[in-house]
């Protein structure tokens, strides 16, 4: 028997991720995500995908997603992507992803897929209702990044289990058709303080664009006066003022992730935090949190404005970014059906 993944992968060092046209993005998505984007693609390939079929799992709304779409494009360069270094671009304009899907879901198993906690909150008390598109979602995922050969994928802690599944099939796939390394193993990239920000209403729940509450969370097109109003609302506790380490935050969720978001924002750690906001109130805290935010968004908030006024923009980066995308999926998608053997003339 061949002695699989052995050998390292020999292929490219590739970067894609990408972001699901559901709603106005928030700052969980910004500290988890597109920060990271932006670091990863000074020195590396990187591809930034609008997901617009994993958004038609979920109440599908023809009359929205073509926008939808376009305003997560331009939040991809708001925050700083670079078209010309990063490719951006839809899901559903490159075949491949679909193609590959259902490649990957006759190596999945069922197993595999029953044990997604992401589908179980999804799909809620009543799973038999839910679309098999939904149940199906993760393979999707693991479609999106193999069809690239994608080596590291920055993503929030809520992805770990995806992106755990996704090493899975790409093992199976390389063991069951004899192809040691075809596929790489994808290296989820998620350590840092952003990697799970919390509703600033309870901070044992994950900030969420499903949150009915708008006070859970900061919206990338919220202005200077909503941040200043929600993280003065933000819910914190009555166990006295910052601690001076990171042990004092246990059993303080709230607080711990307002330090998380501080730390996350100014690019630094939770214990430099602490070291400088330590005894202190949150009187003194919560503001100088507002302006940090307030500095890092504004910027981007405004370009974000502009860029939705352009659509002819938009539309020409997410039109070249296809193009882009497809010349490097399409021999990859050549190998996969040579590999699977099917027949050709
Ligand atoms: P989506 O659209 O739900 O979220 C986009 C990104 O934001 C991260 N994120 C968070 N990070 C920290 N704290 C939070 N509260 C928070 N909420 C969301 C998510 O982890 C994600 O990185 N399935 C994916 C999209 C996707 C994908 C892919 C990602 C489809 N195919 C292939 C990577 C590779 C999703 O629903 O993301």
Redesign the pocket.
């Known amino acids: 028997m061949t002695d699989h993944q052995t050998q390292p992968y020999a292929g490219p060092e590739r970067v ?5 046209p ?1 709603g106005a993005l ?1 700052l ?2 910004y ?4 920060k990271k984007f932006v670091a990863l693609q000074e020195d590396h390939e990187c591809l930034y ?1 609008v ?1 617009d079929l ?1 958004a038609i799992t979920v109440n599908p709304d023809p009359a929205t997603l073509a926008q939808q779409t376009r305003e997560i494009a331009a939040a991809y360069l708001a925050c700083g992507l670079d078209p010309e270094k990063s490719i951006v671009f839809a ?1 559903s304009s490159v075949p491949a992803h679909t193609e590959l899907t259902w490649y990957l879901n006759c190596v999945s198993r069922m197993g595999w897929m029953e044990r997604m906690t992401q589908f179980k909150d999804k799909a809620g008390k009543d799973a038999q209702r839910a679309s098999v598109g939904l149940f199906d ?1 993760p393979v ?2 693991a479609a ?2 193999l069809a690239y050969k994608a080596t590291h ?7 770990k289990q ?2 755990e599944l996704t090493r899975d099939i790409a093992d199976k796939f390389n063991r069951d058709f004899d192809t040691p390394n075809f596929f790489p193993l994808p290296e989820p990239l998620i350590k840092g303080p ?5 509703s600033l209403k309870d901070g044992t729940k ?4 499903s949150d009915p509450s708008d006070l859970s969370r900061i919206n990338l097109i919220d202005d200077a006066d909503a941040i200043v109003k929600k993280f003065k609302k933000a819910k914190t506790d009555v166990l006295g003022d910052m601690p001076e380490t990171e042990a004092g935050l246990k059993d303080r969720p709230e607080v711990d992730n307002l330090v998380g978001i501080y730390a996350a924002l100014a690019g630094t750690d939770k214990q430099a935090v602490l070291t400088e906001y330590g005894g202190k109130g949150f009187g003194t805290f919560k503001p100088a949190l507002a302006d940090l935010a307030v500095a890092h968004l504004s910027p981007i908030t405004t370009r974000m404005r502009n860029y939705l006024d352009d659509r002819g923009e938009i539309d020409r980066v997410l039109k070249d970014g296809a193009a882009r995308a497809d010349t490097i999926a399409r021999p990859i998608m050549d190998d996969v059906r040579k590999i699977i053997g099917f027949w050709r003339s």
């Open positions: 894609f991720s990408g972001v699901q559901t928030h969980g998505n500290l988890g995500a597109l995908c997901v994993h899901q979602y999707l995922m999106d990044i994928v920055p993503v929030g802690d809520d992805q995806h992106l952003g990697a799970r920000i919390m994950k900030m969420s664009k």
